[in-house]
């Protein structure tokens, strides 16, 4: 596998984000990026690395990093109350790639919503 999509960009996240990119850009991931994310978190990736297409497609918050540029897509499960975030990065060659995948704490994503940070999606 090169590179496979994984999900599109809405426009209603890049009018939340004010994002400079088409609606319909696709974001990739690839062979490279699942290895990144089983070895920065393994944990996180097994029980949670066969949901990021819906993570990506459906999240119910979303941030912008600007630390990294990154596009954050975040999800709340009820479950188990975790909170994942798959954090998107665009290469020079204007791809856009899922790099990570992991659990926020509670704690720490109520902070984000607090300051801004990460915006709720209205479904």
Request: charged content about 25%.
């Amino acid at each position: 596998m090169n590179k496979q999509i994984i999900g599109h960009f809405p426009q209603q996240i890049i009018n939340l984000l004010h994002l400079d990119v088409a609606a319909g850009t696709p974001i990739y991931i690839s062979e490279t990026n699942i290895a990144h994310m089983k070895s920065s978190h393994p944990d996180d990736f097994a029980k949670y690395g066969c949901d990021l297409k819906n993570i990506i497609s459906t999240p119910d918050y979303v941030g912008k990093n600007v630390k990294d540029n990154s596009i954050e897509f975040t999800k709340e499960y009820c479950i188990d109350g975790e909170y994942v975030k798959v954090a998107v990065r665009v290469t020079s060659h204007n791809i856009y790639y899922a790099r990570s995948l992991y659990v926020l704490s509670r704690k720490r994503t109520e902070n984000f919503i607090k300051k801004g940070t990460l915006k709720k999606l209205d479904k």
